[in-house]
């Protein structure tokens, strides 16, 4: 069978659309980081297609720790998360968790950052749905040992567990050899020229763009069938707890 040829130009105009990369580093700005290298790449080529991009390095602001929307009602004397972070993602169409391997898992960033994704997990969209539905995800994951693939499986998983779409290969990462080493943006390093890394954070941006386009042109995930207020008045969408087997 003979092959398609390659299309000139994408085939969907993307500036409607808006992306956030959120930066788990345990860095605060302005030292130098790694992941926030990797994220660059993947911004770049959606503010090549118009998409608005926004970056938000989690450790610089001020947020408590907890699965509530306000942590500020529970204790805590401050709380930038409602006022600083939350706008953003809840505004954008694609979200990036960007961050670094640490005795091979993610960060405490980053799993503070889920936890406070999760915390608003409990919201509703326009149509009733949860809050993330009708939005992408992806993750970029650096380090220099292993667990590229354990850290975006776990952020993955946890962002589509709370609503989010994750489009095919929807992560990439860069390792420098296994132990003590150079990292990502370091001379030498190999990372920025990794054809390996730079393949898959390109197909990752590219489904990302994909679904996102998708998504936005539906109007989101069809509304029947998830609706929790729905659910709670008796409503069973076709399901049936108690079958007849014959």
């Not at 130009?9 to 808006?18: A, F, K, N, R």
């Not at 345990?26 to 991009?53: I, N």
């Not at 509304?223 to 409503?235: L, R, V």
Request: aromatic residues 10%; contains cysteine; proline residues 6%.
């Amino acid at each position: 069978m003979k092959e398609k040829s390659m299309p000139d130009e994408s085939p969907d105009t993307y500036s409607d659309l808006h992306a956030v990369f959120i930066n788990c580093t345990l860095k605060k700005s302005p030292e130098l980081s790694h992941t926030q290298g990797l994220m660059d790449k993947s911004g770049a080529l959606m503010r090549a297609q118009g998409v608005t991009v926004d970056n938000i390095r989690f450790i610089d602001h001020d947020i408590a720790t907890g699965i509530y929307p306000d942590m500020r009602e529970h204790g805590w004397s401050t709380d930038a998360w409602l006022d600083e972070v939350w706008p953003i993602v809840v505004a954008a169409d694609i979200l990036v968790i960007g961050g670094p391997i640490w005795l091979g898992d993610n960060s405490s960033i980053t799993r503070k950052l889920i936890e406070r994704l999760y915390a608003m997990s409990g919201m509703f969209n326009e149509k009733g749905q949860y809050s993330f539905y009708g939005k992408a995800a992806g993750a970029l994951i650096t380090g220099n040992e292993d667990g590229v693939k354990h850290c975006a499986m776990s952020i993955l998983y946890s962002l589509q567990h709370i609503g989010y779409t994750i489009p095919p290969a929807a992560d990439a990462g860069w390792i420098g050899a296994v132990g003590p080493g150079p990292s990502y943006l370091d001379p030498g390093s190999g990372g920025p020229e990794s054809d390996f890394t730079n393949r898959n954070t390109t197909f990752m941006t590219w489904n990302l763009l994909h679904v996102a386009r998708m998504l936005k042109d539906a109007g989101g995930i069809p509304a029947y069938g998830n609706i929790q207020k729905a659910w709670s008045d008796g409503e069973r969408f076709g399901f049936d707890a108690n079958p007849e087997y014959r």
